[in-house]
Structures are given as C-alpha cells and as structure tokens.
C-alpha cells in the first residue's frame, strides 16, 4: 500500500494522497488449464454472465465467475463493507464513474497504473479516461460504456411547424419559443429536477468543476460560473412558460412522449431504450442530434457510464486486469456487451466495429450511431468527488424548490444552495476542503 493516511475514520482520508497514489497492485500468480486462476466480478449489467462465457471458453487458465448485484448503488455498499472487514470483497466490480472516487477514498480500489491496463489509454476519449485516472497519475479502472448526452427530437412536428434543428443554446430558446408559441400544448423539453445526473451532464458540457484537488484538499466548485450559467439558461425558460418543469420518468412524462406534448428530450446515447419503452406508439418519429452548444465551443457532457475496476483485496491483480482489458477492448467482447447487455461501449474503435445498425426505433436514421460518436468524442473532462450522492440529493431537494417557484434566483439559489451542502459535508466527514 502506498501512502495513504486517515485521521480516525475511513471518511476522513486525506484526499490528495489517495486520489494521487491509491493501492499499488500486486500482480498475483500464474495459472493453467489444471489450476486456473479464479476470479469474481461484481456487476447489474443485464446477462454480463453470456459475455464472461466467450471469455471463459477461451481462457482456461483463469475463469471468472460474475456475481449478479443489485444495482450500482447497493453493490457499491456491499463492496465498502466488505473491504471494511478485511475479507469477502470480490476481484472486479462494475463501478459508475461517480462513484470512483468514493471507492478511492475508502481503499477499495487498486492503482493499475503500472499495469498492462494503462497501454490501452488511447482506445478511449480522453473525456471518458480521466474519470478513471480522476485527473492524476493513477488509473483506477477501464472504462466500459459511457453514456454521451443528445437531443432527441420529433421529426415529423418539426417538419410540420417548419423548425430547425437547434445548433446553439440560444437557437434551443429561440426553438422552444416558436413551438410553443405555434401550439402552447406543446414543449421542446423540460427541466427535470428529479435527475442530479442530468443536471450534472449539462455542467459538465459548459466547463463546469465541480470538485477537484487543489493541493492536499478537495475544491468544490458547484456554484460558480459554469453551472451559474446552466441554471439561469434553464430558469429563464421555465420562467418564461416555453420549457417544462414536470420531472421526467414520471407517468405524465411518459404520456407526453408519446402524444407529442414533448416535442424534444436533452437525453443520452441509451435513449432509444427509454423512448421504446415510454414511447413505443411513437417509433420511427424521432431523430438524434448533438447537443446544443454554448456558442461555438463544441464539448458534451455524460449521463450516465460505469467501468470495470479491480479492487484492492484482489491477489491477481495482472490477471484481473487481462479480462477487465479483454472485456472492454476486445471486438467480440464489445459486441456480445452491445448484443448482450445493450450498452453504448466507452472504447471509441470497438464502438464503431459494433454498432453498425441504427437501433429499431430510429430505423429512420441511419447515422444515429454516428451522431452518438461525434457525441461521444465531444465529451468535457469532469471529476466526480468523494460525497457525490450528497450534492445529487441536494439537488434533488433544491432545484424541486426551484421548479415550483420558477424563477431565475430560485434556480440561482438552489445552486448556491447545492454548493453549501457538498462543503459542509466534506469537512463535517473529515475531509480538508479549499476555500
């Protein structure tokens, strides 16, 4: 273990020295056919154990056995207690990109920098690698699917009402202006304050930080320009009647889907899976463009992707690292995981090689795979912190505060609010935290 200190508690881990250094790998021993090596793998991904077969079938000498976990969250508790205990942890986990450095804090995972893990940097968008690198030298995972934001818009009420598709924020306002104004029943989207990783996405495409490490301490950076400049932009156009403010993923949502009621969804590349299934009467209607930009300065944010991680309790840590590569790099391991698993892949030459076919809903468009991998390329470098589910809770509080009252100081409010929460959190857990 490399330097890595507490102040009493696991929560209280001097973040720098562990987002920095982490766990140095041990790389375990060698197996065979007659005495493989036997790994476990903690994930939800549905039907990841057809995948592993392929793996298995071919590589004898170390045989992985997934162990099916419910969700991200509850795998991620199970995997804290477990390496709390000393004993029980598995030797891979399916590990959200939020919740990395949690994992980080608590020891939980090792450090493959000096790993064969770290040779296949370059497969990925840079974007997508430095939520498993958290910005520094240290490598904590291999990316696995990511999910790109877009917007998803109904052609046909488009084509109807004669609108184009909006480039730009400013061309999105003018867009939601002209369509609610043609047909006041109707709405280009709506601001959800039911979904933090939303929310967070659209940050992260206008540059936002909201943590980082400055020195030996977290930065927390939530209200500040980037994301003051997210919430007005969305709290004027709930203010001004022309957006939505219902929380998406609800009854009346769905409804709205499917009677084109909303005409637009700011979603992510696995929309087609949610739009099929809330929408189905509506297929064949909806296109997939990128997402708006801030002016000229194209960059994306993510909603959404997990990786596969080795944790620091594993003693076969090389060859852990051999299938987490494998599964994640390999042509036919990405395409039994998008066969299998419908994932939209984080490798951007894997991706291309297997996602070749529109998906059955937007079988009128051809090149939705290609609009998802300018998508996927665009996306901005953001660093999640160690209490990401306390500010995503505290924005589920605030900005449902903030719909109701519709205004643009709620919605500036809520921010601040949210900012003041984090840091309070962080430094009532131990943590030193930059002023």
Known sequence: MRAAFRTGAIAAVAAAALIMTGCSADGGSEGTADDPIELTYWAWAPKL???????????PEIQVTVNK????????????TAIKAGSGAPDLIQAEYQKIPT??????????????????????????????????????????????????????????????????????????RALHTADPSKYLGTFSS????????????????????????????????????????????????????KPMYTPEWNAALN???????????????????NAADTAGLWKAAPLPNWGTDVSNGNWGGSSTAVTSQSKNVDAAVEFATWLNTDPEAVQ??????????ASTDAAAS???????????QPDFYDVAAEAAQAVAPFQ??????????????????????????AFLAAVAAMQTITVDDLESSGFTVAK
């Not at 039994?336 to 892949?345: F, S």
Request: glycine share 12%.
């Open 49 to 59: 154990d057809k995948v592993v077969d392929i793996w298995n079938d071919a590589h």
């Open 69 to 80: 976990q419910d969700g991200g969250d509850p795998a991620i508790t199970k995997l804290l």
């Open 103 to 176: 994992l980080v804090s608590s020891d939980a995972l090792a450090d493959l920098a000096g790993t064969s893990a770290a040779d296949v940097s370059g497969e990925f968008p840079e974007g997508v690698w430095d939520s498993v690198t958290l910005g520094g030298d240290a490598l904590y995972a291999i990316p696995q699917d990511t999910g790109p934001m877009m917007f998803y818009y109904r052609d046909d009420i488009f084509t109807q009402l004669g609108l184009t598709v909006p480039t730009t924020w400013d061309e999105y306002a003018e867009t939601a």
């Open 194 to 245: 039911n979904d933090a990783g939303w929310f967070a996405g659209l940050s992260q495409q206008a540059k936002a930080e909201w943590w980082s490490i400055d020195g030996d301490a977290w930065g927390v950076g939530i209200d500040e320009a980037p994301t003051q400049q997210v919430a007005e932009y969305w709290g004027g156009l709930v203010a001004e009647g022309v957006i939505d403010n």
């Open 259 to 277: 009677d084109g009621t909303q005409a637009g969804w700011l979603g992510a590349v696995w929309g087609p899976g949610v739009l099929s299934g």
């Open 336 to 345: 039994a995981l998008v066969t299998e698993t419908g994932i939209y892949p």
């Open 354 to 364: 297997a996602l070749t076919e529109a998906p059955e809903f937007f079988s009128n």
């Open 384 to 409: 999640y912190g160690p209490n990401v589910n306390v500010a995503f809770s505290a924005y589920n509080d605030e900005f449902a505060k903030a719909a109701e009252a519709k205004t643009v100081d």
